[in-house]
């Protein structure tokens, strides 16, 4: 009922502004089980879509002006879609974005209005702005007939958020938002992009976000600089291996011999990718034979990864993993995305849920000073459109 509410609710704003019938598209956020930073690097991931997601609802405008209404933060913005300006990082620059990409792909673009809103955390590491640039392609893709394919807007989404936005993000959260699947993870080799969907159940255990509240404003300059780092250290190993073309094709022996006695910081970087990529092989056999806890321990050594080689996490995000790693019914831990604050990810069995939230949540106060929200998630499908009449009548 919640998806319905939201989705009529921003249906509705958008007849009130622009007196006409809006398509409505929903976009949901991602979690990521392992696999992570991998993505750039050519390895894969482990990502879902959730039951928190974006809903825009946009139509033609009559002319060249747009007009963009943030439905949650009462902001407007309007511009001639040939003159879209940009305003660092803010929301509606992941909707220029999208419109940048198409025009330089050669599609015009008529105006359109859009109102947007969801029900995401932004900065939580679910995504929400992958999301809003799924969302937006995925309309404009249908109203104005464009006949892209999911992949062929998934790139386009990715390639947005890297040249308008500025951040050099890999793949995963674009499509993981437009290629999920109810009751599935993917996994995606980011190097082939071919993928497939494994089950993941979840009857007595349940994929639970505890949220830092940190804001990662560290993200985009720390991950552009990890994503450098990555490639300093393939580019050591190229001058003896030319073949090897991104940590996918590099081997521990290959970092021992080229990266570590020329820089053990760029060589830490390339160990943690290069460990996590086999890491995620072997969890997915996990996933295969139904075993959990072996599962579980490989979330905890990813953590160890991303906190102490890849150095992305942060004292709130270590804390927060720290907790549950004694608690019995919780299968496995770790930061989850980009990292500098948003959410760890934790397999817990669902009894336990509330009881546990509860401590860590004061844990997390006593020490922090700060509250710690909580996600309990559902893995639902990617984006779709919403037929918002339905809702409209059951409400
Ligand atoms: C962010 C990026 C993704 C991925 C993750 C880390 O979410 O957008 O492409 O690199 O960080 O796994």
Redesign the pocket.
């Given at each position: 009922m919640q998806i319905n509410k939201v989705a009529a609710g921003i249906a509705e704003k958008f007849r009130q502004a622009f007196n006409s019938e809006p398509l409505v598209v929903r976009s949901p956020g991602r979690v990521?089980l392992i696999g992570?930073?991998?993505?750039?690097n050519g390895g894969f991931?482990l990502p879902a879509a959730i039951d928190k997601a974006v809903y825009v609802a946009l139509g033609k405008s009559n002319d060249d002006m747009c007009q963009f209404i943030a439905a949650d933060m009462q902001e407007q913005y309007s511009g001639n879609i040939n003159n879209l300006k940009k305003i660092e990082r803010h929301w509606y620059d992941y909707i220029n974005g999208v419109v940048d990409q198409l025009q330089k792909a050669g599609y015009t673009i008529p105006g359109f209005n859009c109102v947007i809103g969801g029900d995401i955390p932004t900065g939580a590491g679910m995504?929400s702005s992958?999301a809003v640039e799924c969302a937006v392609l995925y309309a404009l893709n249908e109203t104005f007939h464009l006949k892209l394919d999911t992949l062929s807007m998934v790139k386009l989404a990715q390639k947005a958020e890297n040249e308008y936005v500025g951040v050099q993000?890999?793949?995963?959260?674009q499509f993981a938002s437009m290629f999920g699947k109810k009751g599935n993870v993917i996994k995606l080799d980011c190097r082939s992009l071919e993928f497939e969907y494994t089950p993941f159940v979840t009857d007595d255990i349940k994929i639970v976000l505890f949220d830092t509240n940190i804001k990662h404003s560290l993200a985009s300059s720390e991950?552009n600089t990890r994503r450098l780092q990555c490639e300093t250290g393939v580019a050591m190993i190229q001058e003896f291996h030319p073949q090897v073309k991104t940590l996918r094709d590099a081997n521990m022996d290959m970092l021992t011999k080229y990266v570590l006695p020329k820089d053990k910081v760029v060589y830490d970087r390339c160990r943690y990718v290069v460990e996590e990529i086999q890491r995620l092989q072997a969890a997915c056999i996990d996933l295969v034979h139904n075993d959990r806890v072996a599962f579980g321990k490989k979330m905890y050594a990813t953590h160890e990864g991303l906190s102490k080689l890849y150095d992305v996490s942060c004292r709130e995000l270590d804390f927060l993993v720290e907790f549950v790693k004694n608690e019995k019914a919780v299968l496995g831990a770790r930061m989850m995305?980009?990292g500098f604050g948003g959410c760890t990810i934790n397999l817990i069995k669902e009894g336990a849920i509330a009881e546990i939230a509860a401590r860590i949540a004061k844990a997390y106060q006593d020490a922090f000073n700060m509250e710690m929200k909580m996600y309990v998630t559902q893995i639902e499908d990617g984006t779709n459109i919403i037929n918002v009449h339905h809702y409209a009548a059951q409400l």
């Open positions: 990521n992570e930073h991998t993505d750039y991931v995504s992958a993000c890999g793949i995963m959260d991950y995305g980009g």
